[in-house]
Structures are given as C-alpha cells and as structure tokens.
C-alpha cells in the first residue's frame, strides 16, 4: 500500500483538517517534474512554504490538544474529589463516560503525532531524490525546533489511572481489592491457579495497550522517589545479569534445564540509588509461573565484597533477630537464600556479563496479586563484561560510564543493542475455577500484541552482543524480519556502516574484524538478495520504522540521516526485529499487501539491499527452540504402553498353553515365551514411566528406544527355533 492511502487509512475524522498535507505536497512535486521547464526555484519556494506551514500547523495543534486534555483532566480530578463526599451514580457514570473519551484522545493524539511524523520524513525523503535541491538537512533543523513528536504522556497516564481507580465504575470487573491476607486465607481453601504469559509490542501500539489496561488497573510506579507521583516520574529499571566465562547460566536459562538460575543485580531509578536488590530466578516447570523468584536488598557499597565472598550479610541478619519483625522462619529462610546465592556466585565464578536499562510501567490493584500487568519500553541492553581485550567493567559489578538518561549518542554505542518493541508480561493468581477477566483474554487475543512465551531479555542480550562467545542461540533469532525495516543506527545483527567489504581490506585484522560480526548478516542476505531481484520494478512501499524512541535521537529515527544514505552505510540501518510475525498484527482497514508491509515489522523498502561483500561462511550454531507437549502426545505414550502390554499377554498365553498341554519340550519352549512375556511386561511399564517424565519435563528427547524390541525379537526368535530344533531331533531317532 502506498503511504498516501496508509496515512489517509491513519487519520482520525475529528482532526481531518490538522494532518499533513502529503497527497496535496506529493501532487505538487508530480506537477512541478512534469513541466517542461523542469523543477524550478519558483517551485522550491511554494513546496518549501506549504510544508513550513504544515509543520507549524501540526506543532501548534498538538501543543493545544495536549493541553486541552490536561486541563479536562484537572476539571475531572476535582469532580471526583467533590463526588467522594456527595455520592451521586448518575453523575459518576457521566464523569466516566468523559474520563473515558479523554483516554481515547491521550491515544488518537499519539498516534496522530506518529503518522505526521511518519509523513513528513517521508515526502521529505521523496523531494530529495526526484529534485536537484536537498530539503532534507533544513528541514531537520526546522523539525528539530518544532518537536511535537516528543510529547510525553506518562503523566496523564498516571493521572487518567487514578481518576479509574478513584471511581471504580467499570475499572474492577473481578471485584473489590482484597489484602494479601485474604488472598492467602483463599489460596489455603481453594488453591491457586498461577499462569504467567509474556507478549511483543509494537511501538505503535504501546499508548493504547497502555489505555486499555489503565482502564482496568491503576498503575504503580517503580521508583524510589515516591509511589504514584506523576511529577516525579521515573520508571527506569536497570539489572546487570552475572554469569561465568562459559556461559552457564545463559545455557541453562536457554534450553530450560530443570533448576537453571538466573542471578541480577537490579536498581530502581538513577545509578546513584544506593539501595540494590539482589535478585535469583530458578526455573521449575512444576511452577506455572515457570520459576521462583528471591530477593533482598545490599547497600551499593558493600556489592564489591560480597560477590567476592568478602563480605557477609550475618550482621543485618542478627539485627532481624533482635528486631523481632520477621518470624524465625521467615529470617532462617532469608538467611539460607542469602548464602545459597552467595555460595553460587563464588563457586562458579559469577561476573557481570549484561546490563539491561528499560522504563517499566506497572498496573496493579494495590496489595491484590490476582492480575498483574507490566509493560517495559525503550529496553537497552549494554556489555558489562571484560571479554575480547576489552576493559568494560574492570573489578568493578557495574560500568561506571554509562550515564542516565542515556543520550541520542554515547561512547559504547558498539557494546549496546536496543530492542524496538516493548515487552508486556502478564500474571495471574485466581482462585481455582475462577475465569480470567475478559477485558485480559480480549487484550491477549488483540492484534496489538504477539505472543513471546519464552523471551528473555538477558538471552536476547547474550545471543546479540556475545553471539561469539556462546554455542547456542535463541529459537526467536530465526525470525528475524525478511523485509527491511527501518531502525537506528545502534541496532545490532549488521555489520556498521564503516565496516570495509573484505574485498577492500587492507589487513587480516579487518577480516577478523568483519568475521567476528558476520552471523546474523549472512543468513539475511541470502534471503533478501534473492527478494530483491524479485521486487525489482514494483512500487516502493513505506520504508519509516517508528519507534517509541523516535525524533529523540539525533539521528532519524526511521532509518534515514540528514546525509544521503550510500548503498554500503544502509546496511548499518537495517533492524533486528522477526520474521514471519506481520499477519498477526494486522490493523483494522483495507487489506494490505504483507509483501510490502506489516504492522508489527513497520512499513519495508523493497529496494533496500545487503552490499555485495564477499563474507566467509560462519561455523552454524545450534538454535534452542520451546518444546510444546499437546495432550495427543501423552495418549500416543498411553497407546504405545496399550501395544507392548497386548504383545505381553499374548506372548505369556502362548506359553502357558504350552507349559499345561504340551510334553517335556512343549514344556521348556513354553516356560521361555512366559519369561519373555514377563520382561516385556516389565519394560512396558518401565518405558511408559520414563517417557511420562521426559514429556512431563519437556525433554526433548530422544524418545526411541532401538536395544530393547531388538532383545525381544532374539528372544522370542531363540524360543520358536528351539522348539522346531528339539522336536525335529525327537522324531528323527529310531
């Protein structure tokens, strides 16, 4: 689809009159290159003004819109206040009714800031190459001045999430809040049904996940400023994972190995908080959630020390015990997991390996675990290991140049990959019976979000930026994106612009250089040098990626740079994203071409190609995949039992037949069948108990088992030709 009729798709009614002008600029620019003068500075002039003009429209109105819903927000915020001395459910359903309608212009506004945004790159990018005058840098700086696509809703979010949970008109479909004492008193009487499930955002699609949710849960804010505090919003969370040199816990973590660890350090905001946590995941698959979780709290300067064993936690512990808060239990417990953690990271020789820094956004009815929502944006993740030469870390548990906020440019550019969806995670704990909430299933099931049942952000890191250093690789990496959307310059998986073809280098130490980030290129260029033979001569598609992040950088956010773009520097634009994930996301309107499209890849270029460099073949790594058992599989284990138990009796009455009917070598013919039988009862039952535990584990085998059928085959071989040996002798002897 072209990008006149997506954005024409895009606009919402009410603000028809507010868009740019893309179709009105695209037709001047037909007209204009249609003279026979050609394109002239007269021409320059007018398409200059009209998109001036537009540009200034779309700033002013998103600049009045957002205020205008501020201030319809502190209108509501007052009546609710006023409503909770005077109750009144007329009255409550209508201030609802317009809480409602200023959420869904919270999320049209947004978007409207995208799909302008989209538009004015992309006429921008269409005046440059069919004109002789480059607009494109002037135009950055005019955009640049004019930021209107850098308005921040997480303030209103929080405020519109209030207004919600103040009312409580529709927001608590599943009732009441309830204290966690309740909850466990329930838990003890009906049990607890626990599921976790993890989900790809688009980030076209964040703001209205984030308005469907907060209609249904308040938000809570993770950060040590204040709970709830809008003004003071700082969702950053940061973690650096600490694993071995060879790559233990990451493998473990990889193929779900029963009781595999993941250990963190996590901080809540700016470096300089001083309070770290912490953290160890242990995954169980008896566990619904997939894996237990501990914590605790070490103050920043004591981290050094403890990693290294230096430093015990026993004084906090006896001052728990003096302080009497926690029972016996719960401090012997906190004392076990303190030195088992302590133990693990000593033993196996525990560094900092990855960081991960992302903004989380919480939404939960407080002190209720029954549905938990959390949705992480602009995730980063930076190497904080000593691997290849290179100092990162030092002695130290984190890296100390890495500044907050994080910059459109930093120094470790290289050591640093970012993720362009957000990740939502959902959690639930209902009682046994109890459905999930509809508005949940509906949220699941929507096109806004992909299903990610296994993703993790600390493999996702490791298979990214230390692909050489480990054997095994994601299952989700397959899928990287066959079209070529567009991303910032930072994304990893290509090879950097300034990287010389081998064809070029002057040493082979350049070689190495482009070997060592070779893998994710090859298998893509294959694809797409072949699609792009096959796309030749078809109309261009949307080639804009937006990202959450977009317009705050100072590099285009959609892939392009206020210089022109040569066919050997776009290779550094290309994204890491998934293939074969478009048609899940399909937006509501026309149909579209998938082969030029998807809403969940962003809008391709057809016409964008890997550089014919000359690559040397990378070793091929093992891809670790999710095993998904279906019932069927359990049935078929059952039926294979069913089999060697039938084959069994059959056997076994065969010679017991023999042993009462038969004479002395009947006898001796029929007492081997019935042994025979009796071992193949015994290995039926055996077999069956073992594959019951692999599916139970998802093992992923192998499930075949050649010795033992091969053993009753000699057996049962041995008995019949003995019979017909002993028998043949008898009647020979005169």
């Given at each position: ?45 007018i398409f200059g003004q009209t998109l001036d003009s537009d540009l200034t429209k779309v700033f002013d109105f998103v600049n009045s819109k957002f205020e205008e819903l501020q201030e319809r927000t502190t209108k509501a915020e007052l009546r609710v206040a006023t409503f ?651």
């Amino acid at each position: 689809m072209k990008f006149g009729d997506n954005l024409q798709d895009s606009i919402y009614p009410t603000w028809s009159d507010n868009y740019v002008q893309y179709n009105a600029l695209k037709k001047q620019l037909e007209e204009g290159l249609s003279k026979p003068a050609g394109w002239t500075e007269r021409d320059e002039g007018i398409f200059g003004q009209t998109l001036d003009s537009d540009l200034t429209k779309v700033f002013d109105f998103v600049n009045s819109k957002f205020e205008e819903l501020q201030e319809r927000t502190t209108k509501a915020e007052l009546r609710v206040a006023t409503f909770q001395e005077a109750y009144n459910q007329k009255a409550i359903e209508t201030l609802t009714s317009n809480i409602t309608e200023i959420t869904d212009e919270v999320n049209q506004l947004s978007k409207y800031c995208r799909t302008n945004y989209a538009g004015f790159l992309k006429i921008v990018k269409k005046h440059d190459k069919n004109v002789p005058y480059k607009l494109r840098p002037v135009f950055m700086v005019q955009l640049k001045s004019r930021a209107f696509y850098n308005v921040n809703f997480d303030s209103l979010v929080v405020r519109l999430s209030k207004l919600y949970h103040s009312l409580g008109a529709e927001s608590l479909p599943i009732g009441t809040p309830i204290t966690p004492s309740a909850l466990a008193v329930m838990a003890s009487q009906e049990g607890l049904d626990r599921k976790s499930f993890k989900f790809w955002v688009h980030p076209d699609n964040v703001m209205e996940v984030k308005t469907t949710v907060l209609k249904h849960l308040p938000v809570i804010l993770y950060t040590p400023r204040g709970p709830n505090t809008a003004e003071s919003l700082d969702p950053s969370l940061s973690s650096v994972y600490l694993d071995n040199s060879a790559f233990d816990l990451y493998n473990s973590k990889l193929e779900r190995t029963e009781g595999a660890q993941a250990i963190r350090l996590r901080w809540y905001g700016s470096p300089s908080n001083n309070e770290i946590f912490v953290e160890r995941k242990i995954h169980h698959e008896i566990n619904k959630f997939g894996e237990y979780h501990d914590r605790f709290s070490i103050k920043e300067k004591y981290v050094n020390a403890f990693l290294t064993g230096e430093y015990t936690m026993d004084r906090q512990i006896a001052k728990l015990r003096e302080q009497g808060v926690k029972s016996p239990a719960e401090i012997e417990q906190f004392e076990e997991t303190v030195k088992d953690v302590q133990k693990c990271i000593v033993d196996m020789k525990l560094k900092p390996v990855l960081r991960t820094v992302y903004n989380r956004t919480a939404f939960q009815i407080p002190g209720d675990k029954r549905v938990r929502l959390s949705l992480d944006t602009d995730l980063r993740m930076i190497r904080e290991d000593n691997l290849d030469s290179t100092t990162r870390s030092g002695n130290h548990w984190r890296r100390m140049d890495i500044d907050y906020p994080m910059g459109p440019k930093t120094a470790y550019e290289q050591d640093m990959t970012r993720f362009n969806y957000a990740i939502l995670e959902v959690k639930l704990e209902l009682p046994a019976g109890k459905a999930t909430p509809s508005w949940v299933v509906e949220l699941m099931n929507s096109h806004l979000v992909e299903s990610a049942e296994s993703f993790s952000k600390y493999v996702h890191g490791v298979a990214v930026l230390l692909e050489s250093h480990v054997a095994l690789l994601p299952f989700w990496l397959a899928q990287l994106e066959k079209e070529t959307a567009r991303t910032p310059d930072s994304m990893r998986g290509q090879l950097p612009a300034n990287t010389p073809s081998i064809s070029r280098a002057g040493s082979t130490a350049d070689i190495h250089s482009i070997n060592s980030r070779r893998s994710s290129i090859v298998s893509r260029s294959e694809s797409e040098n072949g699609a792009s033979t096959r796309s030749k001569g078809k109309q261009k598609s949307m080639d804009i990626f937006v990202d959450s992040q977009y317009g705050q950088n100072g590099h285009d956010q959609y892939g392009a740079t206020s210089k022109p773009a040569s066919r050997a520097s776009s290779i550094g634009k290309k994204s890491f994203g998934f293939k074969g994930l478009g048609g899940v996301f399909r937006k509501s309107g026309k149909a579209k071409d998938s082969r030029e499209t998807s809403p969940l890849l962003g809008p391709s270029d057809n016409n964008d190609s890997v550089p014919q460099i000359k690559i040397i073949p990378p070793k091929p790594k093992k891809i670790v995949g999710t095993l998904k058992v279906e019932a069927k599989v359990f049935f078929a284990n059952e039926r294979t039992f069913l089999k060697w138990m039938n084959f069994a009796v059959l056997l076994g009455t065969l010679g017991v037949g023999l042993f009462n009917a038969g004479d002395n070598i009947g006898r001796f013919a029929g007492v081997l069948l019935a042994v025979t039988a009796l071992v193949t009862l015994v290995y039926a039952i055996w077999l069956y108990e073992r594959r019951l535990t692999m599916l139970r584990n998802k093992d992923p085998g192998p499930y075949d088992e050649p010795l033992m059928p091969t053993l009753m085959c000699v057996c049962l071989l041995t008995a019949i030709s003995l019979n017909f040996y002993l028998k043949s002798n008898v009647k020979s002897k005169p």
